[in-house]
């Protein structure tokens, strides 16, 4: 009896061979497109030398009539090679060099308004780090990701240079003036963010102003590290929006901190304000035992999402009734938001989606989270603040104009719903 076995040609061990993955995946389009780029960007670099001589290379310049020869504006000296990676990879190119002449008659060296002085990336090369940073890849997983692209160029120093970029655009956003921002309403929370100050990990509060538009916009005012969420770091963040020209809001949606709704109160007393009603829904939990949540969600959300003000009354009266008895923490919790818990109903109904909570501010916390969850903890305080707005500012996070945005025109009225018991 022959037993026939079969054994594998190499025995070399999987994660070894895991490695030569792509290493098989020539595109002979790919690598002529990567030919061609160098021959076109030395012949823009050529292309801009020939203009600030004159003159193509090799040529002469033109005698006109018995004005003798016109004088030289410079004279070519050879070329240096530089490595340059685009989003086509990393290409040496050779840069022409020329000596131009300078009106005292002395010489200077041609820069090419092309390419600058000591650049080794292109701006769109750039600008795919960053992106490949803020889609939630950490400094040092950039470079695996842009390997194969980058021929292995890009190391974590690289994506920390080229992050550092934008922060020029971020100092620019937050000194804007915003004398010409149509803003008509406000939703303003925080989120606590981990940081690392003086080596350890610390949690820091991210204050965020979201503004929206006379055509329902929503755009992003302010994101501000302030350590926490005292009355004077809110009232700090509502001051400088002020200064730089923010007109007064016609309506506020906040989360119930009390610092928010004492810095509220000195600047823009009067205006309507929301208290969210999700977090007042997390606050009758934490002043109830676990097996009483599904009854007290079943019960406020008939209240909440009742369809009109004269329901929403009489709903909740008869929460407090019934909570009074069975469990008077809830009742109590219920009553301390007051009518500001019902803000909303002097609104057009096909608004009050969109005013009953701080949800457009609690999603892009939640997208944010999402981001950095990789870097656990951020460097620095300004870095967190920074990332938030990048997100926008950059487009990996879109805001959509807000529910009812066609009414905004509908000033809030001023008979609040009747608390009397």
């Not at 018995?66 to 086509?88: D, I, K, P, W």
Request: hydrophobic residues 40%; aromatic residues 6%; positive net charge.
């Amino acid at each position: 009896m022959t037993s026939t076995t079969t054994k594998p040609d190499s025995l070399q061990p999987a994660a070894d061979m895991a490695g030569d993955l792509f290493d098989n995946w020539f595109d002979p389009l790919e690598a002529e497109v990567r030919a061609r780029s160098r021959e076109f960007i030395e012949e823009l670099l050529r292309g801009g030398l020939e203009a600030a001589l004159s003159r193509p290379r090799y040529g002469r310049i033109p005698m006109s009539g018995n004005e003798g020869r016109a004088s030289v504006a410079g004279h070519r000296h050879g070329s240096r090679t530089r490595s340059l990676t685009s989003t086509f990879g990393k290409i040496e190119i050779a840069v022409p060099r020329a000596r131009l002449t300078t009106a005292d008659g002395k010489t200077t060296e041609w820069k090419s308004q092309t390419l600058r002085a000591y650049q080794r990336r292109t701006l769109a090369a750039d600008a795919l780090i960053a992106s490949t940073y803020l889609a939630g890849t950490n400094t040092r997983r950039v470079r695996r990701a842009l390997a194969a692209l980058f021929g292995g160029t890009v190391g974590k120093d690289t994506v920390s240079r080229t992050w550092r970029k934008v922060k020029s655009d971020w100092d620019a956003w937050h000194t804007r003036s915003l004398t010409g921002e149509p803003i008509v309403r406000l939703i303003l929370d925080g989120t606590v963010v981990r940081v690392r100050l003086d080596r350890k990990a610390t949690s820091i509060s991210l204050l965020v102003v979201l503004g929206v538009r006379e055509d329902g916009q929503k755009v992003l005012l302010a994101i501000k590290s302030m350590g926490g969420e005292s009355a004077e770091a809110w009232r700090t963040v509502l001051a400088d929006l002020i200064n730089r020209g923010l007109r007064r809001p016609e309506f506020l949606i906040v989360d119930g901190a009390p610092g928010l709704d004492k810095a509220i109160a000195s600047v823009w007393d009067g205006v309507p304000v929301q208290r969210c009603t999700v977090h007042k829904h997390w606050n009758l939990f934490a002043h109830a035992p676990e097996r009483l949540h599904d009854e007290i969600t079943a019960d406020y959300n008939d209240m909440i999402y009742a369809t009109t003000p004269e329901e929403i009354e009489a709903r909740r009266k008869a929460f407090i009734r019934k909570w009074r008895l069975k469990h008077r923490a809830v009742a109590d919790s219920l009553e301390e938001a007051g009518e500001r818990l019902f803000t909303f109903t002097r609104l057009p109904p096909s608004q009050w989606r969109s005013v009953r909570t701080t949800n457009a501010i609690e999603r892009l916390h939640e997208e944010f989270e999402r981001r950095i969850k990789t870097q656990t903890v951020l460097p620095s305080a300004d870095t967190a603040a920074m990332l938030f707005w990048a997100l926008l500012a950059s487009g990996q996070i879109n805001m959509r104009k807000v529910d009812g945005w066609q009414t905004l025109a509908v000033k809030p009225g001023n008979q609040p719903i009747d608390l009397a018991a």
